[in-house]
């Protein structure tokens, strides 16, 4: 650059030549005299009349990375949360890309994993906790995932010479036996 010759800031961002021959000076734009070394905010120009021209950022489809002049999936872990518990906490690689996370495990008295309470837990339906017996009652799941034993079914017939199992079924005595002897012999 001819800093002697330059007066006006616009000469600064070209490149001015002198031609030998005649001595007529030329200005070229040079580009590289408007980069600001960010590639997120596109290519900066020199134009011959406005000076340094803004560039076009990239299009990128999620963001833009300056420490990789890239565009990139994610700039943080955060930038990939599902807000899925379930499938584990995702993270953002040094390349920008997200990365699954580990699935939670789980098992023993909480086998189930729950997006709503974000945690294992022993059930997510009444069904998780139907132990197939009628007679104890229908279990159900409660809204933190536990499950609720039923209510027994009362077998009680109200005859005295009756006896309630378990309250599970009902044994007759022996027809034979007087109900005010208290023979407790059951039939057959």
């Known amino acids: 650059m001819k800093w002697y010759l330059v007066t006006h800031a616009l000469l600064l961002l070209q490149d001015d030549v002198c031609n030998p021959a005649d001595g007529t000076c030329s200005s070229t734009p040079n580009n590289a005299n408007c980069d600001n070394n960010l590639f997120c905010d596109g290519t900066e120009t020199c134009d011959s009349t406005l000076g340094c021209q803004s560039g076009t950022a990239p299009s990128c489809l999620n963001f833009c990375s300056e420490a990789l002049d890239s565009c990139v999936d994610c700039l943080a872990d955060s930038n990939c949360a599902d807000e899925n518990f379930c499938n584990g906490s995702e993270t953002c690689s040094s390349s920008g890309t997200c990365q699954s996370g580990t699935a939670h495990s789980c098992s023993g008295e909480t086998p189930l994993c ?8 022993a059930c997510l339906s009444n069904s998780d906790c139907d132990d197939g017996n009628a007679c104890n009652g229908a279990e159900t799941c409660n809204a933190s995932g536990q499950c609720v034993a039923g209510t027994p079914t009362d077998c009680d017939d109200g005859v005295a010479c009756t006896v309630s199992i378990s309250n599970y079924f009902v044994l007759p005595f ?7 002897s208290r023979t407790t012999s059951p039939t057959g």
């Not at 729950?114 to 837990?121: A, H, I, P, Q, R």
């Not at 027809?175 to 005010?180: H, I, W, Y």
């Open 114 to 121: 729950s997006e709503n309470l974000d945690m294992c837990v």
């Open 174 to 180: 022996d027809e034979m036996v007087s109900c005010n």
